[in-house]
T-cell receptor, first 111, second 112 residues
Framework: KQEVTQIPAALSVPEGENLVLNCSFT??????LQWFRQDPGKGLTSLLL?????REQTSGRLNASLDKSSGRSTLYIAASQPGDSATYLC??????????FGGGTRVLVKP | GAGVSQSPRYKVAKRGQDVALRCDPI?????LFWYQQALGQGPEFLTY????????KSGLPSDRFFAERPEGSVSTLKIQRTQQEDSAVYLC??????????FGPGTRLTVT
């Protein structure tokens, strides 16, 4: 059974610092990996999707890497801003199309 | 264009009541998913439709949970005889086929 783990569970940084969020998964037979942002009381916003054949994806200040063989992905957020404060979730898709989520990393960026 | 919408946004039910949660996916999206998110945790898969066919219901926690998508667009998740442990946010997502999933705002269910 696929298990997804995110460490740390919570992170607090001063504004301007780079953020590094980690995600690991136990079964490397995945189709793709998706990073989401969730604001309190809201649904999930998709940030980046990395296909299993890709090593990384970039969007603005966000960069996500994928090392399928070691079961790891890292989300980098450059020059963090208070508006980046949210919970970040990673999820993998394997056979069956369903997403398996990690528990999330709660990020606070202090002004 | 319109995203995924869910209604109601909040639902309070007395233990033992039946509830129905609605999901309107993005127009033209073939795949529809339901997830359950407990407080402070990541979402967990409940069930998956491709058009009107329910292809996977392995995540439904008990036979009190039932989902349908009769015309391949709108879906309803029904919970019978609600229990306190059913309190959670229920998220719906849709995708064109099996790629990127787009989520609705969720329905927060509180069972008292």
């Amino acid at each position: 059974k696929q298990e997804v783990t995110q460490i740390p569970a919570a992170l607090s940084v001063p504004e301007g610092e780079n953020l590094v969020l980690n995600c690991s998964f136990t079964d490397s037979a995945i189709y793709n990996l998706q990073w989401f942002r969730q604001d309190p009381g809201k649904g999930l916003t998709s940030l980046l999707l990395i296909q299993s054949s890709q090593r990384e994806q970039t969007s603005g200040r966000l960069n996500a890497s994928l090392d399928k063989s070691s079961g790891r992905s890292t989300l980098y957020i450059a020059a963090s801003q208070p508006g980046d404060s949210a919970t970040y979730l990673c999820a993998v898709i394997a056979a069956g199309n369903k997403l398996t989520f990690g528990g999330g990393t709660r990020v606070l960026v202090k002004p | 264009g319109a995203g995924v919408s869910q209604s109601p946004r909040y639902k309070v039910a007395k233990r033992g009541q039946d509830v129905a949660l609605r999901c309107d996916p993005i127009s033209g999206h073939v795949s529809l998913f339901w997830y359950q998110q407990a407080l402070g945790q990541g979402p967990e898969f409940l069930t998956y439709f491709q058009n009107e066919a329910q292809l996977d219901k392995s995540g439904l926690p008990s036979d009190r949970f039932f989902a349908e998508r009769p015309e391949g667009s709108v879906s309803t998740l029904k919970i019978q005889r609600t229990q306190q442990e059913d309190s959670a946010v229920y998220l719906c997502a849709s995708s064109l086929f099996s790629e990127e999933q787009y989520f609705g705002p969720g329905t927060r269910l509180t069972v008292t």
